[in-house]
């Protein structure tokens, strides 16, 4: 269920380094299927890379229980919390984890920052993978020191801009309450399936229980096309997202060309999810189905 940017990088690190990559499963409720994680999850296992949050399916994932397994046999952990952090209060040093990542415009933010957690004695051993000014200590002819964490990984002049605007959306969210926010996308994701499934046909990928999942809801129409889905709800001033979702493999998976996504956040309401369910009925009419 991983989005491309937390699955193209470790297959071209395989290739580079002639290693194996294992997937875990999917059940045909969305959950990540645990039940041979054994068998995948080994003492030659070196590194485990899943999502928090599936942004195709809205699957929380069990970051706990699947870092114990990848931690026992001595792996490195990095969770994708790209579609977490916006939604939920995340504790990623409480987590068993080595990393954690996520973007800015996910939050309200700008494009183009976002935020790496990692664990400072793993940084520390880590190298630079850029060079440049500010993350040097020392430079001789013969000898070149590295600069303190977080120094040693931002060489050059980093986005400063970008980072401030990203505080500010920081602060507006802890004002709201993380947790206040994720209960209100509760509300609202049990409020669409609960409209969208009383449209007869109508099919949604994932987890059903809204305690398990967050509030991207991707579905098809068995006689609509996802980009005609999406198109003709454009036009009546509703904006969804349809395709692959940066997430091929899993379309693949799911025997999907495609799916229409419609995702909520702290700026939406049941009146937004009542003009979805209406439009899919004038949709339908539209195109004689």
């Not at 952090?85 to 987590?95: D, F, L, Q, V």
């Not at 590295?146 to 959306?169: C, H, M, R, S, Y």
């Not at 006689?223 to 940066?246: E, K, V």
Request: charged share 20%; proline share 5%; net charge neutral.
């Amino acid at each position: 269920m991983e989005h491309h940017a937390n699955f193209v990088p470790w297959v071209m690190l395989a290739k580079r380094k002639n290693a194996i990559i294992k997937r875990i499963p999917i059940t045909v409720c969305g959950h990540l299927d645990l039940s041979d994680i054994d068998t995948i999850i080994t003492p030659k296992t070196r590194l485990v890379a899943f999502a928090h949050v599936s942004n195709v399916l809205g699957t929380i994932n069990p970051v706990e229980q699947i870092a114990a397994k990848a931690k026992a046999v001595g792996a490195v952990v990095v969770v994708d919390g790209a579609q977490a952090a916006p939604h939920m209060t995340i504790r990623p040093a409480e987590y068993g984890i080595d990393f954690y990542v996520f973007s800015a415009h996910k939050m309200l933010g700008p494009t183009g920052v976002g935020v790496l957690w990692g664990k400072r004695e793993i940084l520390k051993a880590m190298p630079p993978f850029n060079y440049g000014g500010e993350m040097i200590r020392e430079v001789s002819f013969d000898r070149i020191t590295f600069n303190d964490l977080p120094w040693k990984f931002e060489a050059g002049t980093p986005n400063i801009a970008d980072v401030i605007a990203f505080d500010a959306a920081l602060t507006y969210l802890e004002f709201l309450g993380m947790n206040a926010i994720r209960n209100h996308e509760i509300q609202l994701t049990k409020y669409a399936i609960d409209r969208l499934t009383s449209l007869k046909g109508i099919e949604i990928q994932g987890p059903m229980e809204t305690g398990t999942r967050g509030g991207a809801i991707s579905f098809t129409d068995p006689n609509i096309h996802p980009h005609d889905i999406s198109t003709f709800l454009d036009s009546r001033g509703i904006a969804i997202r349809a395709g692959h979702h940066c997430a091929q493999p899993l379309m693949r998976t799911l025997g999907k060309v495609a799916t229409a996504r419609a995702s909520f956040y702290i700026y939406n309401t049941e009146a937004d999810i009542d003009a979805l369910h209406d439009a899919l009925i004038e949709m339908r009419k539209y195109f004689g189905v």
